[in-house]
């Protein structure tokens, strides 16, 4: 079990969050749409979360399909701590994945986002399934010379996806899915008097 050294009084201002897990594969119900795809993930927390160890963003090595033509597999290891002085802006994962298209030029292949699970004493490793969606041209010509160009079109920032007010409106298709497992171990949090309702998910299983 991970433990948390806090320094005199920290432990009544703050709680800390622990995430471990792992980025395990992309699935795509008709195979990927390009090859050699890899991904990179960024940590979007509220303005009161501070990052404490780990690393903020990531990117996997590249992969190829597995002998079912469907399933990209990575298997990277996602490990970080945070800080906050409440819950609001609970962390959440963004993964862009990228890949060659026919041209072999590198173009976007989705975008996806997970919440970090509630944390508990006991927390189990939870599997996340996460659509990946692209975004798509507004207009018809720019559509057409992206379906002809393999490149489909990318955001400048995809950490927007976290604030739902930032991407409304955003015009996108979904195909595939990546599959991730992850971990959450609060420390500090009773002391603040947090409660994620673990206790009654336990209570109704009896």
Known sequence: ??????????????????????????????????????????????PDWELVSGLQSAVTQSARTESDYRTVVFNMPIEFTMKSTNPYGWPQII?????????????????????????????????????????KYANACSAVMSWISGVNPEMRDPKILADGSKHKGLSSETYGELVVKLCAISRGSTRMALDWGQAALVDDKF
Request: charged share 15%.
């Open 1 to 46: 079990m991970l433990e948390l050294q806090l320094t005199s009084g920290e432990s009544e201002s703050f709680f800390h969050l622990t995430v471990t897990g792992q980025l395990e594969s992309a699935y795509f119900p008709m195979g990927p749409d390009g090859s050699g795809l890899f991904c990179r993930y960024d940590i979007v927390a509220g």
């Open 95 to 135: 993964f862009s994945l990228y890949g060659a298209n026919v041209w072999n030029v590198e173009t976007n292949r989705g975008y996806a986002r997970v919440h970090c699970p509630l944390s508990g004493s006991h927390s189990a490793e939870r599997t996340l399934r996460a659509p990946l969606f692209i975004p």
